[in-house]
């Protein structure tokens, strides 16, 4: 029999504020444990949480960018649950209205276009951490330690529709999720230290069946690349336990990179269990339309957009490399000033693609230099071995005269003429070894 693989992504987006969600505690990464978190985070008697307005305008500026609808009303529940790094017992979240409704993402799976719907992105906060690894405890037992810093730090889950068929498909919506939370600055997309952790849906049914098969939920896939190994993994597992007559539990799994696999958590547990309730504590969030426009007015021009321009600009196809890379280090305003300054556009989209890896959005050659250097190319005042000598050279220094540096290192481009004449003299020469490689003959 053959399977098709449904798949779904749960991402939680860790937004770029000063303070948490519904506290004045610092959200800065590294502190000593416990040192970021004050009476309303440890949920003190008395404490009432009041909401972070940045971190809804980070919200709102996401699902404008994905063309989604925020939603004039939307409310907060309390989701129950008892863990040892959640002092409530319970984690204020939005579940029935959130902030944002639907939206999509549209990537590129090599030359397949692709467009995943969004359900929702709602806010909520998030959960401490439990310290397990060479934890010891006041006496020198082994223990597990809780640090409280990360509880209230404000997250922005975004939960795709199951519209992937496949780990490609998956890893390259990440990707794109990814760049685009980066590019509009509410994340710092840093997946080393938590800021963007992806929750894999997976399930397998029958080709040519309507109805989804039984899900298991990845928890926190900690890299990209993870993503398309643990789908990989778990969409084998549930073909083989199916083949071989078992029955697909839903379930949270774990997975393990050094081991390739993924592990049972718990079984997994449905809305009703959570027995989600309004929070009593934060009133409805209504963000006015005065303010929904003015995020919308502040939007940058996005990915898709720059790419686009991009292209217009060198004649590039929008999904080349040199596009994709320019416009992901958001060089792409660089690109623009060189060719405004009288700069070469294929050559300058070329330059900063191979020289400009580690320089920032701004790079600190003068675009009026880097235009020079792309002029002499072109004119064929410089080889192309030449230009990229004094390119490296304009990158070492900040910048400097091209022409002047040219001739300081002595170089000169042969004239074209003379090459002509050089050509033409050789087949004179030996006609019969040209007509062969015209006839095809490359060893002529």
Not at 66 to 73: C, E, L, Q, S, W
Not at 271 to 293: C, I, N, T
Request: hydrophobic share 40%; with cysteine.
């Amino acid at each position: 029999m053959t399977y098709e693989i449904v798949i779904g992504l749960e991402t939680h987006t860790q937004l770029l504020t000063q303070t948490k969600i519904f506290s004045g505690s610092s959200t800065r990464y590294g502190a000593q444990p416990n040192t970021q978190a004050n009476e309303v985070d440890m949920a003190l008697p008395g404490t009432l949480p009041v909401m972070n307005r940045a971190a809804v305008e980070h919200a709102i500026r996401f699902g404008l960018a994905v063309g989604a609808t925020i939603a004039p009303r939307s409310i907060f529940a309390r989701k129950n649950y008892f863990y040892p790094d959640l002092p409530k017992n319970y984690q204020i979240s939005q579940y029935e209205i959130p902030v944002v409704l639907g939206g999509s993402l549209t990537f590129f799976v090599g030359d397949k276009e692709t467009t995943i719907n969004l359900t929702r992105a709602h806010l909520e906060e998030d959960a401490g951490k439990s310290l397990h690894d060479n934890y010891t405890g006041p006496h020198g037992e082994l223990s597990t330690g809780i640090d409280l810093n990360r509880t209230g730090t404000p997250l922005l889950e975004i939960v795709s529709e199951p519209e992937m068929r496949s780990a490609a498909e998956a890893v390259a919506y990440a990707k794109t999720l990814h760049s685009l939370v980066m590019w509009l600055g509410i994340c710092d997309g840093n997946m080393q230290e938590g800021s963007f952790r992806v929750d894999v849906n997976v399930s397998v049914r029958p080709v040519g069946q309507k109805e989804f098969g039984t899900r298991a939920e990845i928890k926190n896939v900690n890299s990209i690349r993870a993503v398309g190994k643990a789908i990989d993994y778990e969409a084998r597992r549930q073909i083989d336990v199916l083949e071989s007559g078992g029955i697909i539990r839903q379930e949270t799994r774990h997975w393990d990179d050094g081991e390739g696999r993924t592990h049972t958590l718990r079984t997994k547990e449905d809305a009703d269990d959570y027995r989600y309730f309004p929070e009593p504590d934060l009133v409805p969030l209504a963000p006015s339309d005065e303010w929904v426009q003015a995020v919308r007015d502040n939007l940058p021009m996005l990915p898709a957009a720059r790419r686009t321009a991009l292209s217009a600009l060198t004649g590039y196809d929008t999904q080349s490399e040199a596009i994709i890379v320019v416009v992901e280090r958001g060089q792409h305003d660089y690109v623009q000033s060189v060719v405004d300054a009288g700069g070469d556009a294929v050559r300058a989209l070329i330059y900063v693609q191979q020289a400009f890896a580690d320089a920032g959005s701004v790079p600190a050659v003068p675009a009026a230099d880097l235009a020079s250097l792309t002029v002499l190319e072109r004119d064929g005042k410089l080889s192309a071995t030449q230009a990229k000598t004094l390119l490296a050279d304009l990158v070492e220094n900040g910048g400097g005269d091209a022409v002047a540096m040219a001739a300081a290192k002595g170089f000169e481009a042969m004239d074209n003429s003379a090459v002509e004449t050089m050509v033409d003299e050789a087949i004179a020469a030996d006609p019969g070894e040209w007509e062969k490689y015209l006839a095809g003959d490359e060893k002529a």
